[in-house]
């Protein structure tokens, strides 16, 4: 009789301590839900909330196979971890390391020791080109990871070709496009991945504040209905929101540029705080005609301000993001209302 009653006591103690443990981790899990994700990640607390599910009805301590179900809830669980934990690191790795040390740039060119005018705005120039093409560089590289943290959710939904309401949520073929559906059509997915939206790029996106955000993490998404519609405006959201940052970090490097020249070369306290001179030019004395400088102040002020010119430039060379989003199936299509 005490056997029987060690073993009944520990197999429902053992799933029991198995459980609590994993809803702890699953509370933790939805604590490091950020404001950024917690929209799209919906779905996927949606899957844990259905396995979770019966454990309120058919699921009791009694039952034949508690076990295989708290190892499937646990499962389920470190999937979902992983995967976020996964999107995390290429956020971090990938993009915002990217927009911080961007937002680092220097764009003025300081030389160590003084130049000619015409030097001056020839090697601005060079630096200019050379800093146009790293930041066209990290702005690709930025967009692709972003891409591809949006395709890593797709790529885990699957659509019918219509919604809950019966409308139809894909284009049409390719072939049955015409003078008088293909605008109508163009603002159509062509697939699941197909989610850009370019008159929305530009949009401002407004992130949860703490209370809604803790609202919004503990919310249960068992009975949801997530759809593509749903799919491609998180989907959006996150192109849109980190499309602004890097914005907002080409205008930091524009400003902490600018900034640089105002304060070490245009205002330099000589006692304080003294700084090489970065130009210079000759002087010729003549007691019979006077004196003169070569280059002139003139031509020095008119190539300082040209060389200035590319801290609030240089930004214009970047590419706008959007391209890198389209689908091939999109490009081979004709035009659309973009």
Not at 265 to 276: C, D, H, P, S, Y
Request: net charge neutral; hydrophobic share 40%; charged share 25%.
């Amino acid at each position: 009789m005490a056997s029987t009653v060690a073993y009944c006591k520990d197999r429902i103690f053992h799933p029991f301590n198995t459980l609590k443990l994993t809803l702890q981790r699953l509370d933790r899990l939805r604590s490091s839900l950020t404001p950024v994700f917690i929209n799209i990640m919906r779905f996927r607390l949606q899957e844990i909330s259905v396995m979770l599910k019966p454990s309120l009805s058919s699921v009791t301590w009694i039952s034949k196979n508690l076990e295989d179900f708290v190892e499937k809830v646990c499962m389920k669980i470190q999937e979902v971890e992983i995967f976020f934990g996964l999107i995390l690191d290429i956020e971090e790795l990938r993009v915002m390391q990217e927009i911080y040390n961007i937002s680092e740039f220097l764009y003025i060119y300081v030389p160590d020791e003084p130049v000619p005018s015409y030097q001056f705005v020839e090697e601005s120039n060079k630096l200019r080109a050379k800093i146009e093409r790293v930041l066209e560089k990290k702005s690709i590289c930025m967009e692709r990871a972003v891409i591809d943290i949006i395709n890593m959710f797709i790529d885990l939904l699957d659509f019918e070709q219509s919604d809950s309401k019966g409308r139809r949520v894909f284009q049409l073929p390719a072939e049955k496009l015409n003078d008088t559906n293909w605008r109508t059509e163009g603002f159509l997915p062509i697939d699941k991945w197909d989610f850009i939206q370019f008159h929305k790029i530009y949009r401002t996106i407004y992130l949860a504040p703490d209370d809604v955000l803790k609202t919004l993490q503990f919310r249960n998404y068992e009975n949801i209905r997530y759809e593509l519609h749903h799919l491609r405006n998180d989907c959006m959201d996150l192109f849109s929101y980190y499309n602004s940052k890097i914005i907002l970090a080409l205008v930091a490097g524009s400003k902490r540029s600018l900034d640089f020249v105002r304060q070490n070369i245009l205002r330099t306290n000589w006692r304080t705080n003294q700084m090489k001179p970065v130009l210079y030019t000759e002087l010729e004395m003549d007691f019979n005609s006077g004196c003169y400088i070569k280059p002139s102040l003139d031509i020095m002020q008119n190539d300082f301000n040209n060389a200035v010119l590319c801290c609030t430039e240089i930004n214009y060379f970047v590419s706008t993001w959007g391209k890198q989003a389209k689908t091939q199936e999109r490009r081979d299509r004709r035009v659309t209302a973009e």
